[in-house]
């Protein structure tokens, strides 16, 4: 069974998560990086497996946690932007007009890429519900219970131990308006007394200034710890999971669950520690601008691709994937035309299942389907005067279908992308255009020059490219070749590789300059 539909068969089974409120919450540091879809798309996907089977009402949620203190900017905006460190993400100005302020623009670029493959969450802000008064109620369960908090800071992770005075919230300064710089020590049941620490932190500098101020209605928010199980009750979640950096021992998710259990009263959520997402091996950064960007993934990759990289693996595992000069990119069309097909022939239940997952709007039909491999389709766009669209309808036998014919101009728009920006040196194709120095190049002996000198007259006299492969694998046997050898001195010839397109169509589609290349030789 799939490792979604096992979660959702575990969960409805229990009868502890009721009603089944699917979330997930993510700070917008920096343009999100394509690991921070990972929670998002792993939620999605439990999210759709609890429906399947509940046949219920399911709810699905994201918080953007847009009220967190800029610690640090986008290295697009750190020039600009620097003297905004410590202020609230939603107060920092917005370096593009049609934004309100930086948070804004951040949460508007994650959510869109999100939306595009597939993510069918409520967004939520908290800011927003800060500023409704929606956290008023958990504010003061927290401030009343500050001495019970560091005790559990202190029990489950070993922290330090209790400070006298502290209190979990901070509050945006009335001097200066930054958030990340104050220090609450004071609560009377009615207000907070704060100061504006100059060197609270190591990222901002706070203005000195002291005061008083109620604590609800957006002027503060409580540390992140504190924040995660305090949403969980304000919103109503019952099921969340979280990178395995927060589920460790000790970590921010025991510390939630157990401030849920004697502060806030409120039921844990299922608890679902995934791992990361890597590229190239390195775990990546938001605000440090490492790995590649989540709205490039879309860029790269038709959205129902760019989904399956998510669905057909378990949470459980890493993903590792680097697209640059590698073929990364192909094999996962391989792997998704493999799903695709377990789904038609219903030979793979966790196969078809991954397939189904990653469609955006509708699971198509289980019709058997022509699908062009998308190497191949790298290759072809790449040889001179070929129609894609005529080669792969030869290659079916007849016509290529509507649907089949959608998917194959989505490949080519996506093989050009790849072609141009993220293949290897040696999947790249060009028909050498000089003479001089081919002979050398491709290592070429008496033997290849007869083989050479056949393959010219029969570029000549053959009429079609079929004619001609058929042909060619009539000389390759009378020269006493294998076929792999007599393509990789082609390839040598023609392209400077060892291998490429296919053989027959290349020299059809580039005749005159396989002419002129294989003239010079042959003997």
Same mark, same amino acid.
């Given at each position: 069974?799939?490792?979604?539909d ?27 990086h ?32 847009d ?18 460190? !410590? ?36 967004? &939520? ?8 008064? %929606? ?27 209790r ?10 300064c ?24 100059p ?6 500098? !706070? ?7 109620s ?64 590229? !190239? !091996? ?16 879309? %860029? ?55 397939f ?28 001179p ?41 040696t ?18 002996v ?10 010219v007259?029969a ?8 004619? &001609?492969e ?54």
């Amino acid at each position: 069974m799939y490792w979604a539909d096992k979660i959702a068969k575990e969960i409805i089974a229990s009868g502890k998560y009721k009603p089944f409120w699917v979330d997930d919450m993510k700070t917008p540091s920096g343009f999100a990086h394509v690991g921070s879809l990972r929670g998002p798309l792993i939620h999605s996907v439990i999210f759709r497996a609890m429906k399947d089977a509940s046949k219920g009402k399911v709810v699905y949620t994201f918080v953007f946690n847009d009220f967190d203190p800029a610690d640090e900017l986008p290295p697009e905006f750190k020039d600009g932007l620097s003297q905004y460190l !410590g202020f609230p993400l939603k107060k920092v100005p917005s370096p593009k007009k049609e934004f309100a302020n930086l948070g804004d623009l951040l949460v508007d670029d994650l959510r869109k890429t999100m939306e595009a493959l597939g993510v069918e969450a409520e967004f &939520l802000s908290s800011w927003e519900l800060y500023h409704e008064g %929606k956290f008023d109620a958990v504010i003061r369960e927290a401030l009343d219970s500050a001495e019970k908090i560091q005790d559990i800071y202190q029990k489950v992770s070993g922290s330090k131990k209790r400070e006298k005075g502290w209190l979990p919230f901070q509050v945006i300064c009335e001097g200066c308006g930054k958030l990340g710089t104050t220090r609450v020590f004071a609560w009377d049941g009615k207000e907070v007394s704060y100061k504006c620490e100059p060197n609270l932190v190591t990222w901002a500098k !706070g203005c000195g200034h002291e005061g008083k101020i109620s604590p609800f209605g957006g002027n503060g928010k409580l540390p992140w710890k504190v924040d995660w199980a305090a949403h969980w009750k304000v919103v109503g979640v019952t099921i969340e999971g979280a990178g395995k950096d927060h589920a460790s021992a000790g970590g921010s998710y025991d510390i939630a669950m157990t401030l849920c259990d004697e502060v806030f009263h409120y039921p844990r959520p299922y608890k679902l520690p995934y791992e990361f997402f890597l590229i !190239g !091996g390195r775990k990546m950064s938001s605000s440090k601008g490492l790995g590649l960007k989540a709205h490039d993934l879309v %860029k790269i990759l038709p959205p129902e691709l760019g989904r399956f990289l998510f669905t057909r693996t378990d949470y459980r595992q890493q993903i590792n994937f680097d697209p640059m000069e590698t073929m990364a990119i192909p094999d996962l069309f391989d792997e998704y035309d493999k799903c695709w097909q377990a789904y038609i022939e219903g030979s793979d239940e966790d196969l078809a299942r991954a397939f189904e997952l990653a469609q955006i709007k509708s699971v198509p039909e289980k019709t058997s389907m022509f699908l062009p491999r998308f190497r191949e389709v790298a290759q072809v766009i790449q040889m001179p005067n070929t129609e894609p669209e005529t080669y792969f309808a030869e290659k079916k036998g007849e016509k290529l279908e509507n649907t089949e014919d959608e998917i194959l101009k989505e490949r080519i728009i996506y093989a050009k992308v790849w072609v141009e920006q993220y293949a290897p040196e040696t999947e790249r194709f060009k028909v050498e255009t000089h003479t001089k120095t081919i002979s050398t190049q491709a290592h070429i002996v008496e033997s290849d020059q007869v083989f050479f000198s056949k393959l010219v007259k029969a570029i000549q006299e053959e009429k079609t490219p079929d004619g &001609l492969e058929k042909t060619l694998y009539t000389i390759i046997k009378e020269s006493g070749f294998t076929p792999k050898e007599a393509f990789v001195k082609i390839y040598r010839v023609l392209i400077g590789k060892d291998y490429g397109p296919k053989a027959a169509w290349l020299i059809w589609e580039s005749k005159e300059k396989a002419l002129t290349l294989f003239k010079e030789v042959s003997k």
